[in-house]
């Protein structure tokens, strides 16, 4: 069966696909309508150049005209042989560019047979039309010259028309060729747009269909789930899908979370079936010795009650730690640590030094916040070779200091539940667990250095 992640990477391939074509296309349009536009130029401007040829006839025509009328006013010929032969010069270079240009075959023989013609008729000006003007002192007879000049001129207007008529007739072909490669162009998009529209519409909605489809069977079996108090979300999703996954790691985590809660019942069950009793018989047993006087052994067996109500109360702390709601406030630092010390039992207020360099605002829960901190302060006294520790405040953070051997381990470890160093016998191995945890939900840091006498545990809070 294909998965939703594999239908929606072959949705998105095909529509990619199509997207890729949209732009093969748009980039073969773009060079097809480069090659049009280059081969249009060329057609203007060979149409350009074969219209100056145009110009160069009737240049000759006229050159010939005003010697023939004027051919007495010597100075008049002579300019005009001049500008023939300037235009003849002009010609020859004009030449090889023109017929260079030409496209095709029959167009390069009308382009030779039009220059042909130019060269014949620059011989009838230079030779034939000078030797009469010039040279010959008999009676000027300009006829047989303009037969000859009139029906070469005429054989190049003839052959000019035919090339500007073949010309303008690619040029008309190519703006048409034009046209319709555009047209074509724009239907070809509008079909691509359209199948991409369709499909990614039809892939989408029935993709979406199916996780709505599976989304609602879900939602069915969490609602069943909470109805009649299972353990398991017992619905079918089907297989080999990415919500039978999240299914199955939702029903894995609920079974895990079941069978914990279970152990943890039997365990605070079995706890306060094991505390009752003897704390009922010690009191009992505390009643007699305070009649028979026994003052050693009432101290005695009032610490034994203390240890196991310092036992009980941290064990249920910590299990309310599982499931506490942070509800933060805005305090000060020296309010916190003034409700810490209020906490504790402390009978020489010498052995505590309190130094607030930076009485800065702490965003948190107070109450917890003030357990975590009183716990530090509690290790701290309880484990100092000397007094008197250390409190101090300072750029975000808290330091808790004591005058003792440097600890044998990483924080890590005394982080962990029933964690002492070797051969203590005071503590639980409680404290630090909790005070690690209350530090963690509030996303605040909790470290560990040694600087010689000192072990220090501070806390640092956010900015």
């Given amino acids: 069966m294909i998965t939703i992640r594999q239908r929606l990477f072959i949705s ?39 219209e100056k040829l145009k110009e160069y006839n009737n240049s000759f025509s006229w050159i010939v005209l005003d010697i023939v009328t004027d051919y007495e006013k010597m100075d008049v010929v002579k300019k005009r042989l001049e500008k023939s032969d300037k235009l003849f010069k002009t010609l020859i270079i004009k030449k090889r560019e023109t017929i260079e240009n030409s496209e095709s075959i029959i167009e390069k023989q009308n382009l030779q047979q039009i220059f042909q013609y130019f060269e014949e008729i620059e011989k009838l000006i230079k030779y034939e039309l000078y030797e009469l003007v010039l040279i010959s002192k008999d009676e000027k007879n300009f006829t047989p010259f303009n037969k000859n000049f009139e029906k070469l001129s005429f054989k190049i207007d003839k052959l000019l028309k035919e090339e500007i008529e073949y010309l303008q007739t690619r040029l008309d072909k190519t703006e048409k060729d034009r046209n319709q490669f555009i047209d074509t162009i724009k239907v070809e998009l509008v079909f691509l747009f359209i199948i991409a529209f369709l499909l990614s519409s039809i892939i989408s909605s029935r993709i979406t269909k199916q996780i709505k489809d599976k989304l609602d069977k879900l939602n069915k079996g969490v609602l069943q789930l909470f109805k009649d108090d299972e353990t398991t979300i ?99 630092t020296s309010s916190l640590i003034l409700e810490s010390l209020s906490k504790l039992s402390i009978d020489d207020e010498s052995k505590v030094e309190v130094d607030i360099k930076d009485d800065f605002n702490i965003h948190a829960d107070k109450y917890y916040l003030t357990i975590a901190l009183k716990n530090l302060i509690d ?66 840091k909790l470290e560990y250095t040694y600087k010689n006498p000192y072990n220090i545990f501070s806390i640092t809070f956010k900015n």
Avoid: C, W
């Fill in 12 to 50: 998105f391939s095909l529509i990619l696909l199509i997207i890729l074509s949209i732009i093969g296309v748009f980039f073969y349009t773009i060079f097809n309508l480069s090659e049009i536009h280059k081969s249009q130029i060329h057609r203007y401007d060979q149409i350009r150049r074969v």
């Fill in 379 to 444: 290790n701290a006294m309880k484990y100092a070779d000397e007094s008197p520790i250390v409190i101090e405040a300072s750029e975000n953070k808290i330091e808790v200091k004591n005058i003792a051997k440097k600890l044998s381990s990483d924080l890590i470890y005394y982080t962990q539940p029933f964690t002492r160093e070797p051969n203590q016998q005071l503590g639980h191995g409680l404290g630090l667990n909790i005070v690690n945890k209350i530090i963690q939900i509030h996303d605040f």
């Fill in 234 to 332: 017992k619905i079918d999703i089907g297989k080999n899908n990415e919500l039978s996954e999240i299914t199955h790691n939702l029903n894995s985590y609920l079974e895990k979370q079941s069978d914990i809660i279970h152990s943890r019942e039997e365990l605070l069950r079995n706890i306060s079936h094991e505390l009752k009793t003897p704390i009922s018989k010690a009191k009992f047993l505390l009643e007699n010795l305070r009649h028979n006087k026994d003052n050693k052994q009432i101290d005695s067996l009032n610490s034994v009650f203390v240890d196991i109500e310092e036992l009980t109360s941290k064990l249920l702390q910590r299990e309310k730690l599982n499931f506490a709601k942070v509800n933060s406030s805005k305090f000060k």
